[in-house]
C-alpha cells in the first residue's frame, strides 16, 4: 500500500503565528518522507478538504516553508466554518471521508481554537465508524488564548507583545500631550469572552503611575459609575488616565457596550466600537478630551513584532502533531505545558480533543486586581514569559518580506462537487 | 558676560522620533560648552517657558539622553498652544522675553509644525524689538509631512512605515479570512489635510493584486458612488478588498465623513470614526462582511518598528540647528534636501521661517493616480527611501526600554507668574 498522505487546514481568525505551526507540520512531514507522503493544505480551511481544494504544499520550495515561520495570516486561507453535528448533517463528513480517502489522507491536522478541535475530535470518531479511520491531531492556535489544559494558546504571547507594547508607546504620546490636549486615551483589544489580551497590556506597567491606568475584562460587569470614578482619578493623579478595553465588555445583564449586530458562521456577535463607546461616556460625563485606537486585525497578524516564544512553541506545536501521529496517538491536541520552577521553561505535552472540544477558559478571578480594573501579580507572573523575546522578520525596501505561495491545487478525483 | 542658556521646546502632536531631534539637540550642545551654557527643555512644550517651568537637561545623565534617540513621544511633554499674534496678545510675548531674560536665554530651538515654526518666527521677530534678541531655530517635526521647503519632515517616515506595514499585515490576515469571512477591511489613518500617510499604505502593495486596493486621500473628494463600484470590483477580482482611509477624507462640499464635533486649541476639527462610518456604508450597500482599525496614537508612536532613516534624520536636524545657532544663522528652520540621482542621498538644508510658517504642503495631483484611488510610480519613488532601515529600540521582558527622565525644573526667578 502507498504511503499515507496527510491533510493540514488552518481555522477560524489566524494569527502571527499559525503559519509557524504550518512550518513545523510541513518540514517534519518531510523529514519523514518513508512514512507520510504529501502534506496537502486546505484552500481557506476545512472548506477546501469539503471542496477538494487541496493544496499541494510538495510543490513549495524548502525556501517558501522556511519562510512560513515568519509569515503571519494563513498562508493556506483559513475558513470560519463549523460543521454541525453528525445527526444534523451527515454529508458534511461522508465528503470529508470521501475527499481523504480519494487523495489517500491519513492524517487530518487541524490549526484552531475550541470549535476547530471539535471537528477534529468529531471526525476522529466518525471516520472510524466509516471504515476509514483517519488520525486525528489538533494543534491549538488562537490568540483569545482560551483553550483549556495547555498553558497558553500559541497566537496568544504574539498579540499580547503587540499590545503591551502599543500601550506602552501611545501611553508615552497621551502623557506628553495632556497638559493642554488629550487626556484620556482608549485602546480596544480583541477578547471576546476572555480578557486575557486586555490582561497582556498590564505587562507595560512598571512602575506605579505607568499607563494603563485601567482595564477593563470580559469577565468583569461593566459599572458606569465606577468606570468614571477611575477616569476621574486616574487624570487628577497623572494627568491623564490610559483605558484598555476588551471588545467583550458587557453590562451586568449581558449586553455588550457595542454590538454591531452581525453574526459570524459560528453564531458569535460580531463586536467592535467598545472604544468610541466609552469615548463619548467619558467626554459626556467628565469632559475630557479623548482620543482612541481600535487595533483590531492589526494585533493579531502584527508578526513584525512576533513574541520570540510565541513563534518557538507555534512551530514546536505543528511539529509534535505530525511526531504523535507517527507515534501512534490520535485524538490529541498538541500542549504547552509550563514546568515548575523560577525559570520559565515548557515541553510539549498533550491533552484528549474531547476535553478541549467547546471549553472557552477564561481569566481567574485570581488574575484580577480586587478592583476590578488591572492584574495582579499572579496573572503578571503567567503572563510576562510569553512576550520574552524578538524574532524580526527580514526586511526589503524597508518591509518585512513575508512568504508567497504557489498554492498548487491537487486534481480532483471525485466527480461530485459540494457545496459549502 | 555668562555663557548664554538655550531653550528647547517639542509642540504638537507628538511622532516616534521627536525625541531623537531633542538627543540632537543636547548632545551636540554638550559638545559646545564653552559657546552654550544650559539646554532648558519646557515642561510641555512652550506652556513651560510661559509659566517658568523650566526642565534643567543638564541633570539628566549622557545615558539617559542617548536613550531619547530610541524612545517614542514628547519626553519634556509638548502641548497644543499657539500663541496669538503679537497685536491680539502682547503679555504672551513679553512673558517669554522676560523668562528668557532672566534665565539667560539666547537660543529658543522649536521642534514642531508648521504652527511651531509660525510662532518660533514671531519670537525672532519680537525678540529684537523688544530689545533681547534670541536666536530662533525651528527644528521641523510632524507626521503628517505637510512643511514647505523640506524634502520630507521627520516623524513622517516612522509613521509611514507602521502604515505600510500595518497594512500588509492586516492584507494577509484579510487574505486569508475573506472565503467565508471578511470581505472588506478598512485602515483609518491620521492626516487631516494632506494624504501623506495614507499614501504610505501603497508601498505595501508589490505586485499588482497586492492590498491596499483603494486609498482614500483628503486631497481627492469622497464619491460614495466611485467608492463603492471600487469596493466591489475589488471584492471581485481578489475575493477582499483592503481600503486605508485618511481622517481627512471628506465630501466634495468640505464636509468630514465623520467629524466629531471636538475642537483643539488651534481651532482644528478633532477627527475620527472615518472607518466605522465607511464600514457601515458598505454593509449597507454592498452587503460585506467588515472590520476596521483605527491606529490612532499608535502610528506615531511605534517607535518599536520606527525608519531609521527617520530617526536618523530627526537626530541630525536637532544636530543642525544647535550648529546653526552657533554659526550666527537666525530665523530658520533645518531642512532635509534630497540630492538629485537614482540613489537616495540626503544632505541637511535651511529654510527660512517666513517661509515655513503657516504653509501647508498637500499632495501633488501627481502622486494621486487617475482614479484617485491609489498613488503613481511618481509618489512611490518618493516615499520608498523614507522608510528604508529598521532602527529598534532595546528590550528587557519583552518590552521596548524607553528613557524616563528625572525632568528636574529649575528654580523659579521670576516673581510673577502667568495664567496659562
Given at each position: 500500500?502507498?504511503?499515507?498522505?496527510?491533510?493540514?487546514?488552518?481555522?477560524?481568525?489566524?494569527?502571527?503565528?499559525?503559519?509557524?505551526?504550518?512550518?513545523?507540520?510541513?518540514?517534519?512531514?518531510?523529514l519523514h518522507k518513508s512514512e507520510i507522503g504529501k502534506v496537502y493544505a486546505g484552500n481557506n480551511g476545512i472548506i477546501g478538504a469539503l471542496r477538494e481544494e487541496l493544496i499541494d504544499t510538495s510543490k513549495e520550495s524548502a525556501k517558501t516553508i522556511a519562510a512560513l515561520r515568519h509569515t503571519p495570516s494563513g498562508a493556506f486561507g483559513s475558513c470560519r466554518y463549523k460543521l454541525r453535528s453528525f445527526e444534523e448533517n451527515k454529508a458534511e463528513y461522508v465528503r470529508l471521508i470521501d475527499v481523504f480517502q480519494a487523495h489517500n489522507i491519513a492524517y487530518f491536522f487541524y490549526n484552531g481554537g475550541g470549535d476547530s478541535q471539535d471537528t477534529a475530535h468529531k471526525v476522529s470518531q466518525i471516520s472510524a465508524k466509516m471504515g476509514h479511520p483517519i488520525t486525528c491531531i489538533g494543534?491549538?492556535?488562537?490568540?483569545?488564548?482560551d483553550l483549556p489544559i495547555t498553558d497558553n494558546c500559541p497566537g496568544f504571547g504574539s498579540v499580547a507583545k503587540y499590545v503591551a507594547i502599543s500601550t506602552r508607546e501611545a501611553g508615552l504620546d497621551v502623557a506628553s500631550m495632556c497638559a493642554s490636549?488629550?487626556?484620556?486615551?482608549?485602546?480596544?483589544?480583541?477578547?471576546?469572552?476572555?480578557?486575557?489580551i486586555a490582561a497582556a497590556a498590564g505587562l507595560a506597567k512598571e512602575q506605579e503611575n505607568d499607563p494603563p491606568h485601567i482595564i477593563l475584562f470580559p469577565?468583569?460587569?461593566?459599572?458606569?459609575?465606577?468606570?468614571l470614578k477611575k477616569v476621574k482619578q486616574a487624570v487628577k493623579k497623572h494627568g491623564?488616565?490610559?483605558?484598555?478595553?476588551?471588545?467583550?465588555v458587557h453590562y451586568k445583564d449581558g449586553r455588550f457596550l457595542s454590538d454591531t449586530g452581525q453574526r459570524d458562521a459560528f453564531g458569535h456577535a460580531q463586536l467592535g466600537g467598545v472604544a468610541p463607546t466609552l469615548a463619548t461616556m467619558v467626554k459626556d460625563k467628565l469632559g475630557y478630551k479623548y482620543h482612541w485606537a481600535v487595533s483590531d486585525y492589526l494585533q493579531r497578524s502584527a508578526r513584525h513584532i512576533a513574541s520570540a516564544t510565541d513563534v518557538e512553541q507555534a512551530y514546536a506545536m505543528g511539529k509534535a502533531a505530525v511526531e504523535f501521529a507517527l507515534a501512534g496517538k490520535n485524538g490529541v491536541m498538541t500542549t504547552i505545558v509550563r514546568k515548575p520552577g523560577k525559570t520559565y521553561r515548557w515541553e510539549v505535552g498533550e491533552a484528549k480533543l474531547s476535553d478541549v472540544a467547546n471549553v472557552e477558559r477564561k481569566m481567574p478571578r485570581s488574575y484580577i486586581s480586587r478592583d476590578g480594573f488591572s492584574i495582579t501579580d499572579e496573572c503578571r507572573a503567567y503572563l510576562q514569559p510569553l512576550i520574552i523575546g524578538e524574532d524580526y522578520p527580514p526586511y526589503k525596501n524597508g518591509l518585512p518580506q513575508y512568504a508567497r505561495l504557489k498554492k498548487v491545487l491537487v486534481e480532483k478525483k471525485l466527480k461530485q462537487t459540494f457545496k459549502v
Open positions: 500500500m502507498a504511503k499515507k498522505n496527510a491533510f493540514y487546514a488552518q481555522s477560524g481568525g489566524v494569527t502571527a503565528v499559525i503559519n509557524a505551526s504550518a512550518c513545523g507540520v510541513i518540514e517534519t512531514a518531510r494543534i491549538p492556535k488562537t490568540v483569545d488564548n490636549s488629550t487626556k484620556v486615551f482608549i485602546l480596544e483589544v480583541m477578547g471576546r469572552h476572555a480578557g486575557w469577565e468583569m460587569a461593566f459599572d458606569e459609575t465606577k468606570f491623564y488616565c490610559v483605558i484598555v478595553a476588551s471588545e467583550g
